[in-house]
């Protein structure tokens, strides 16, 4: 299968004042293309600080020390990947919310409250798809002036459309400018040498420079009357918006778009965040425990949802859960992580039917089954600090198998068998 994203070594500390946090250890994980990819362990492993490093919005005091993150987004970047981590903030805040978006794990803090459903949908039009809005209001100026009526609608609707031209021009330049420097940087992304760490110096800084914007269009936004020309657009964006809604199944679509978080339940709710996840059709979604503090009946709808889409809209989802239920239920492969190492990885069936780390066995054995009698089964011990996390294998002082090389050195990943890798010393040639 075709690799959509990829970290390598990835490294993520907090520094605290107690501490540095050591949150990622050296994480390596692959999302394919056309696949639904979870992440599951226990609250706190660092399953969010993982998809937030593949984002680049850890916040401060969070800090990624390194690693790799490769994205395989365009057929022409798939012989080797682009590294997001050595892309300047502005590539980074083109392919947010366009090429790759998220699902956060709290719908309610996830939405402004003083601002309009409407309007919190519409921003993803606006900053990544203004120029397809831009086009589809041109084109209905030219309908409505092909149907002639009066002398001044007819003028002032040539000045729009006029305005609007010239936005668009000048945003179609600024598109070229930016495709041409990303290429660009791409070419010399391996490169050392120190003419070449120069120019993509320069190039970086081009690139955080130039501007989408026509000097006409903005000049004519600061004349109070003027200015109006913009509700065009609005309403186009709007009608975006509704559609949006519609075909996730919000009902009432129109009046939920002119109202506000607070007035919604909180599977609604949920459904707005994922409306503007969605929004420019990524080709990856995270979705970090969407289905958290929701009822059972909603979280089933959520679910499904979430199902129907990667059908129709998206290429693949990264699902986080600590859920394995839901793992079982919506995932093609899984990785099960544990104090901020990958433990397992494999297909879903395989991880199941043959679970082969410790910590992975722990977790299938304190899942409530319909034949159960007794008392379940509990792993022994807590997560660790992970200021001063264990040495060598993390999970080792809650593990019936330690062993002494376990305490001192961090056991490698080895490929088990095809598509099923573990990190454990139990399995040092790939058999136990």
């Known amino acids: 299968m075709q690799k959509l994203i990829e970290t390598q070594n990835l490294f993520t500390d907090f520094n605290t004042f107690e501490g540095v946090v050591k949150a990622l250890n050296g994480v390596a994980l692959v999302v394919n293309e056309g696949e639904t990819y979870g992440l599951v362990g226990e609250s706190g492993c660092g399953k969010s600080v993982a998809v937030r490093s593949m984002m680049r919005i850890v916040q401060a005091p969070g800090r990624i020390t390194d690693g790799k993150v490769l994205i395989f987004f365009r057929a022409e970047d798939r012989s080797r990947g682009i590294d997001i981590l050595r892309r300047s903030e502005a590539y980074m805040t083109s392919i947010r919310g366009d090429s790759i978006s998220m699902i956060f794990q709290e719908a309610c803090t996830s939405l402004n409250p003083v601002l309009s459903i409407g309007f919190q949908v519409g921003e993803s039009f606006h900053f990544h798809r203004r120029a397809q809005m831009l086009e589809e209001t041109i084109r209905e100026l030219d309908e409505e002036l092909g149907r002639g009526g009066f002398f001044l609608a007819r003028g002032w609707k040539r000045l729009c459309r006029s305005l609007f031209a010239r936005e668009l021009g000048a945003l179609k330049e600024y598109e ?38 026509s000097a006409l269009a903005e000049a004519a936004k600061r004349v109070p009357f003027l200015r109006r020309y913009q509700h065009r657009l609005e309403r186009t964006v709007r009608r975006q918006v509704v559609e949006l809604l519609r075909s996730l199944g919000v009902p009432n679509p129109e009046r939920i778009a002119e109202g506000y978080p607070h007035e919604l339940s909180g599977g609604m709710q949920q459904r707005i965040v994922i409306a503007i996840a969605l929004a420019c059709h990524p080709v990856l979604l995270i979705a970090d425990e969407p289905t958290s503090n929701l009822d059972v009946t909603i979280q089933a709808q959520i679910v499904e949802l ?28 899984a990785s099960v992580m544990y104090a901020g190492d990958i433990a397992e990885t494999a297909s879903v069936r395989e991880l199941f039917r043959n679970p082969l780390h410790p910590y992975t066995q722990g977790l299938m054995a304190s899942v409530p089954k319909v034949s159960q009698t007794g ?35 961090k056991p490698p990943t080895i490929e088990h068998s095809p598509g099923h890798w573990v990190a454990c010393y139990l399995y040092p040639d790939g058999k136990k």
Do not use: W
């Open 176 to 213: 070229a400018a930016i495709d041409s420097i990303d290429h660009e940087l791409y070419q010399l992304e391996q490169a050392t040498a120190g003419e070449a760490l120069r120019r993509k110096g320069s190039l970086q800084r081009r690139h955080d420079r130039l501007g989408e914007k």
């Open 375 to 409: 008392e379940l089964a509990t792993i022994p011990g807590t997560v660790p600090n992970l200021i001063d996390p264990p040495s060598g294998c993390r999970f080792h002082p809650r593990c019936p198998h330690a062993m002494e090389i376990c305490k001192g050195v």
């Open 306 to 333: 979430i199902k129907s889409l990667k059908q129709k809209v998206i290429s693949s989802v990264l699902f986080i859960t600590h859920d394995l239920g839901l793992v079982a239920e919506i995932c093609d492969r």
